[in-house]
């Protein structure tokens, strides 16, 4: 049996967000951060707005010069319109000259702990542990600002930046060190290491990934294509939003990469095995249910008839039941409306792996579903859960 069941219009696209650099002007902070001449204070438990005397210059070089009444006014020659690339590194802005000794610092919106330092004529700001991947930031510069020898700014400036989402090899990275994926990363020692680590240290995973490739960890594991969504990404990461309250969506967000980076940091794994479907079309039909290295289940079951072939391919499961009236028409054209169909997991369109009654099981009888004696099926959706893959072949 198959329903048209009309509520599958669930999945957006994902597009690997990738973050536009920081502009070109700032790669000297950048490579200051690099090489270690910006030192922020790990421990800061806010963002270190400077005083006169203890205003911050990379390398130890002597504050800058005050202001002036009379100088050039004060001018902006870089600030973040174009992003954040790297959570981890921050973000600056320049002045048109070393900023003041006196000048007050600019303001993150949501607060951010880390610290502000110069590097020539850039102010620096490093996070403690990473600016948010997703998400985006109001900047706010004062109008006081000053660059050395120069008058103010004299208007308060705001702008808006995004920081990157990490691409789509780095979800998988993590899905896979998580176990939502039943793959492991191979390149270097301890590049599938799971123990606790910093938040920063998570975060710089995410943003700049390891060299390795993932690799299957289990015998005859779903296909993974590296930096594409594939069904089998799609499907861990559904897994992981409904185990973590998420709502489900193949779209990376702040939220998303908030949970992820929260599992990493306390190394917490998913306790479950990686359990997927398979359903064999060849006579005598056969579903198999796979848990991690082992066949947990197999079962005589029925795909669809000639003309309403139950369609191979990989596909994960989007919504389930535990009972649902399945409303459809029939290969000769009559409609059937057959409420109570148990234990029912879709995965496309209107295809599900549910029970229903029939004499025998093990050939082609439905309208598309795969059918299962009602005790199994119930045991089958108890094993289950939205996400788990469906193979089809």
Known sequence: MSSKWHGTGRLMTLSAAAGTAVLAGAAAVLVASASGALRPHSADAKTVHAPVAAH????GASP?????PTGRRTSLTHL??????NGTRGVAIRLNGDPAADTPRPR???HTAGTWTDVGDYEFFRPVSTLEPCATYKLTIPAATVAAGHRKLGQARTVSFTVACPGITALQEALARLNYLPYSLHGFVGASSVAPLTRTAAAKRAFDLPNGILRANVRAAPPLT???????????????????GLALGTTPTQQLWTELLADETLAKKNPLPYTWVTVTETIPETLEVHENNKIALTSPTNTGVPGADTQQG???IYVRYVATTMIGTNVDGSHYNDPGVPWVNYFNGGDAVHGYIRPTYGVPQSNGCVELP????QVVYGMLAVGDLVIVE
């Not at 973040?80 to 690339?85: A, N, Q, R």
């Not at 590296?226 to 973590?244: K, N, Q, R």
């Not at 009602?374 to 099926?377: K, S, V």
């Open 56 to 59: 911050t210059t990379a390398g």
């Open 64 to 68: 800058a010069m005050a202001a002036s």
């Open 80 to 85: 973040p319109l174009g992003g954040v690339s």
């Open 108 to 110: 993150l919106t949501p």
């Open 226 to 244: 590296m930096g594409t969504v594939d069904p089998t990404t799609t499907g861990a990461l559904e897994v992981f939003e409904e185990d973590h």
């Open 314 to 316: 990989i596909f994960p």
């Open 374 to 377: 009602i005790a199994t099926a």
